[in-house]
């Protein structure tokens, strides 16, 4: 199964738009969006192009191929216009023996973390902030903000497949990789 992980679009057409190019170049299986997918929040700019509804329409199309997670941002009315579920707080992937906790990270993060195995994966977005982050017990993967990046990051997306996240730009260009 090939993944396309992706961030906080925060209602931007423009970078939706990116997001399902990547999507279809990737030949991925399934898009997870970890939350955030609508609205921009009262603590961020506007994204370029903000545009909700063409966001619903874009997306809609890949409903039966999107997983989602809510962000802080997502509510019930964005439930309301998607066709697809948004409002779990989070969602667990196996992969052969590892487990991936995907959630937003305003709940579940580094500072309060889920139910974790040593070896499993905690994976959120949230910060607009890519990370890789090898602890003891387990990692933290964050694959940044497709819209509104912070701290100098990439606008971009995870690719995961084999058990390798790669991170990536827009351009397709490889920013990072772990392999677990």
């Known amino acids: 199964m090939k993944w396309l992980i992706a961030s906080d679009i925060h209602g931007s057409a423009k970078w939706c738009k990116e997001l399902i190019t990547a999507y279809k170049n990737e030949k991925a299986d399934r898009i997870l969006l970890l939350g955030d997918v609508l609205y921009h929040g009262p603590r961020n700019d506007l994204p370029d192009e903000y545009n909700p509804k063409a966001v619903i329409e874009m997306l809609s199309a890949y409903k039966n191929e999107i997983l989602s997670v809510r962000g802080n941002c997502d509510t019930e009315v964005d439930q309301m216009v998607l066709p697809f579920p948004v409002l779990a707080d989070y969602a667990v992937i196996l992969e052969e023996n590892t487990t991936i906790f995907a959630t937003h990270g305003y709940v579940y993060n580094e500072q309060n973390l889920p139910p974790l195995k040593k070896g499993d994966i905690l994976l959120h ?56």
């Not at 910060?127 to 990692?139: F, K, L």
């Not at 993967?141 to 991170?167: A, M, Q, V």
């Open 125 to 180: 977005g949230h910060t607009h902030v890519p990370a890789c982050i090898e602890h003891q017990e387990y990692t933290y993967i964050n694959p940044g903000s497709t819209s509104i990046p912070k701290e100098n990051s990439h606008h971009g997306y995870i690719i995961l497949e084999s058990r390798k996240f790669t991170w990536k730009d827009f351009d397709g260009n490889i920013i990072n990789e772990y392999t677990f």
